[in-house]
């Protein structure tokens, strides 16, 4: 039998607060995105006793409060499938966010977020803190460029280490680790920044868009690090590559599915235009005929920057054939909810670790009939696991198809 606790820690990882038995806790994985987590805590919890007044004001809140607060504390969620408080593995970890109180439930409400909330701030310029009443700003002051032959993990790397001043109670100290070869041969343009509100983690993304679905991929872990694969962690093409080498987690079928949504909303484009910010100028444009012979011919248009962004037509049209490859097949959600101490009976705990980014075929059977079968291989794009008061656990994967 599963069981999940929580610990709340100070900045130093000391341990603040250990919840456990808790009515309800869920928390959830996403590729190349943050997660999150929410978990509800009986006011009848031993760990609740001696909590003193909070005013509200940081100098007088006492030391109590901040077994949990938001911002004030981090947390980690453990697992245990002894059948006993006895061996616990972390499988998520992060920063506490949003403390409520019900009366109605006679419980407090947490929720969080995991580390990479750390990333949602603006890459952290030194003219941003200084009076240009008394200085003289420079270029540095609001300027950061990259020419077109940096590696994308160089400029990942930058942009993470920005964000740390080396003192522990200021900020979060997140390291990123590099797995792959593509690193230097994606075509990404000069790259640069001047003072602007986009947030580290949107770059991040940005960085990761312009060699979709088989560019790089990211996950937080529990401990700070911030794991980038590149190309992804389980490639999926060519076709051979997904039966061969790609890890395919299991077959749902209607043995160990309790629920399958699945919705097609047909393409979202045939054609992709790449604009320039001024126009006309290199461009970049993808077309597919057969999605025009069954779908018509939708357009779209997707900025590409400015003029000098890049080097060639060629790596332009390479560019907007990697936004459009997508883009012009049918979007296909899928969602699937399992118990995941069920399906691996020989390692209970295995889906209640991140699976993102792993892929799994679904065989619909005769659920669809005779309207449709589905037979395709996934991404695990989403995860989410989730106990109720009984002790019931859940997992819900939202999942992106694999086109070859």
């Known amino acids: 039998m599963i069981k ?12 603040l607060t250990t919840l456990e038995d808790l009515p309800s806790i869920t928390w959830t994985y996403k590729r190349s995105d943050m997660g999150s987590a929410s ?4 006011l009848s919890h031993p760990n609740l006793e001696g909590v003193t007044s909070d005013s ?23 697992v245990s499938d002894t059948g ?39 890459y952290r310029f030194p003219g941003y803190a200084q009076d240009w009443t008394t200085t003289t700003p420079t270029q540095a002051d609001i300027l950061k460029l990259w020419a077109n032959t940096t590696d994308a993990s160089v400029i990942i790397a930058n942009l993470v280490a920005n964000l740390w001043n080396g003192n522990q109670d200021e900020s979060v100290h997140i390291t990123t680790t590099f797995t792959g070869t593509d690193w230097s041969t994606y075509p990404f343009p000069q ?39 590149s190309p992804r962690y389980r490639k999926g093409y060519p076709k051979s590559y997904v039966e061969a080498v790609s890890l395919v987690t299991f077959s749902p079928s209607n043995n160990n599915i309790i ?21 006309p100028a290199i ?47 049918p979007q296909k959600a899928l969602t699937i909810t399992f118990q995941p101490e069920t399906l691996t009976p020989d390692n209970p705990s295995y889906y209640f670790y991140d699976k993102t980014g792993e892929i799994v075929r ?35 994967c939202e999942l992106e198809q694999i086109y070859f």
């Open 4 to 15: 999940a606790r929580v610990v709340n820690t100070d900045h130093f990882n000391t341990t």
């Open 39 to 42: 978990w509800v805590v009986p």
């Open 56 to 78: 509200g004001d940081p100098l007088t809140v006492g030391p109590d409060v901040r077994g949990f607060g938001p911002k004030l504390t981090d947390f980690r969620i453990g």
């Open 84 to 122: 006993s408080y006895g061996t616990w593995n972390t499988v998520f970890g992060g920063i506490c966010g949003p403390v409520g109180l019900d009366s109605d439930m006679s419980a407090v409400s947490v929720s969080g977020t995991n580390w990479l909330a750390w990333l949602e701030q603006p």
């Open 191 to 229: 790259w640069k920044m001047i003072g602007e509100n986009a947030t580290v983690l949107s770059m991040i993304k940005s960085l990761g868009g312009w060699v979709e679905p088989n560019g790089f991929e990211f996950y937080m872990g529990y401990d700070k690090i911030l794991h980038i694969y």
């Open 259 to 279: 629920k399958l949504n699945w919705t097609n909303t047909g393409p979202k484009a045939i054609t992709t235009i790449g604009m320039p910010a001024a126009f």
């Open 283 to 329: 461009k970049g444009y993808s077309t597919y005929a057969p999605s025009v012979a069954v779908y018509r011919n939708w357009w779209q248009l997707r900025s590409i920057g400015s003029t000098e962004d890049f080097k060639d037509q060629h790596e332009t049209d390479k560019l907007t054939e990697s936004w459009g490859k997508q883009d012009r097949f």
């Open 362 to 396: 679904v065989q619909s059977e005769n659920w669809f009939q005779p309207y449709l079968s589905i037979d395709a291989y996934f991404w695990i794009d989403t995860q989410t696991l989730a106990c109720d008061d009984a002790g019931n656990w859940t997992c819900t």
